[in-house]
């Protein structure tokens, strides 16, 4: 009998259990387990380094992070942003009162076309949300001068894109707010938590008060917040894992890179197009020739027990949820590659050999 795992698409780092209890020694002596603690605010202040930028402020997950960054900016409207993604970037829109107008994608990157962007402007239109998407940079000063001209908040859900400089600054920098995700599943994690940069402190000063039930410096309830605070259990783990990130980086770029070797002899194939110095390897995204080959490597890798995931597929724009959202053009871009890409597994436990033996059965059939 074959005990080894399955391989899913990505499996969360697991820093040894020792380095977390040594955190959580602290929080047991202190008893104190959330609301600004000495973790968070140790956790805050070395990813804020870790990321080049000012402040950080941490909160729950990623997706709230995207609801407190629309609620802060007053954006309520319509909101031009991108199909090809994970649902939580259009739920955000329409949970704070936006309306989602999907826009298409550009073929080389996958991130949201700034021309299709600028041609879906209408007088209702009051931001843009774009995604960095596997944490390729978007065009970030294309979208800055459309953002200017027509006056519009401009917000990026950067939940793939920790860590990354683009144009000689944090990708963090860019835009009115950047969100991000500590998710589990993601490059770095703790556990469940996420966090919103703006380069404004005004931005970052009204998102600790949302995060904070809405509760001003002075504890007034001034404004309709939630409570999307992270625990010092979270930051525990999240501080064990910044230990290992610098290994973590190097283990994934090291796995894409043999991917691409090993896949080198594949005429069918095509990847994303980045630069190697703004991308931190977090997915290893494959376009196949169409459909039926996407769907008959699916085949051969679950037969080996090996599952990469469709991402993104389908489009937001084909979800029931978002029947109500405007769609701009045939998004004919955004559904060829939705509908011919495939996330091979990669995360920093994955053997060179299983990344071998997946790419042999790529090969195998491309
Ligand atoms: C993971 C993800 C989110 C949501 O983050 P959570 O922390 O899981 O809430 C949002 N947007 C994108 C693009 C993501 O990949």
């Not at 197009?273 to 051969?300: C, G, I, R, T």
């Not at 037969?303 to 004919?332: C, T, V």
């Amino acid at each position: 009998m074959d005990l080894k795992r399955p391989i899913q698409v990505t499996q969360s780092f697991m820093p040894p259990l020792s380095d977390v209890v040594s955190f959580l020694e602290g929080v047991w002596e202190r008893v104190y387990l959330t609301n600004n603690g000495p973790l968070l605010l140790e956790l805050e202040k070395r990813l804020a380094e870790k990321n080049n930028v000012h402040e950080i402020v941490s909160v729950l997950n990623g997706t709230i992070a995207i609801e407190l960054a629309l609620q802060a900016l007053g954006v309520q409207g319509e909101v031009i942003t991108t199909p090809f993604t994970f649902p939580a970037t259009s739920t955000a829109i329409c949970r704070t009162g936006g309306r989602p107008v999907f826009v298409d994608i550009d073929s080389r990157t996958w991130n949201i076309d700034p021309v299709a962007v600028e041609a879906a402007i209408t007088p209702e239109t009051q931001a843009i949300l774009a995604v960095h998407v596997f944490s390729r940079p978007c065009d970030v000063v294309r979208l800055q001068e459309i953002a200017d001209k027509y006056r519009l908040k401009l917000i990026y859900d950067a939940a793939h894109a920790n860590f990354i400089q683009t144009n000689g600054r944090s990708i963090f920098d860019w835009g009115d707010c950047s969100t991000t995700s500590f998710h589990a599943t993601k490059l770095y994690h703790t556990v469940e938590g996420g966090a919103c940069f703006s380069p404004n402190p005004d931005t970052t000063a009204k998102i600790r008060q949302l995060r904070f039930f809405g509760y001003d410096a002075d504890k007034n309830l001034t404004d309709i917040g939630t409570n999307a605070k992270m625990t010092e259990v979270s930051a525990a783990v999240g501080l064990a894992n910044l230990k290992y990130l610098d290994i973590i980086l190097a283990k994934r770029r090291a796995l894409y890179e043999l991917y691409r070797e090993q896949l080198s002899g594949c005429p069918d194939l095509t990847f994303q197009q980045f630069d190697p110095e703004e991308y931190n390897y977090s997915y290893f995204p494959v376009l196949f020739k169409d459909e039926e080959q996407l769907l008959n490597v699916n085949a051969a890798l679950n037969a080996e027990q090996i599952y990469p995931r469709r991402y993104f597929w389908p489009l937001l724009s084909d979800m029931p949820a978002f029947a109500n959202a405007k769609i701009l053009g045939d998004l004919h871009i955004a559904k060829n590659v939705s509908s011919r890409i495939l996330c091979l597994p990669l995360y920093p436990d994955l053997g060179e050999e299983d990344c071998q033996k997946i790419s042999d059965l790529v090969q195998a059939i491309c």
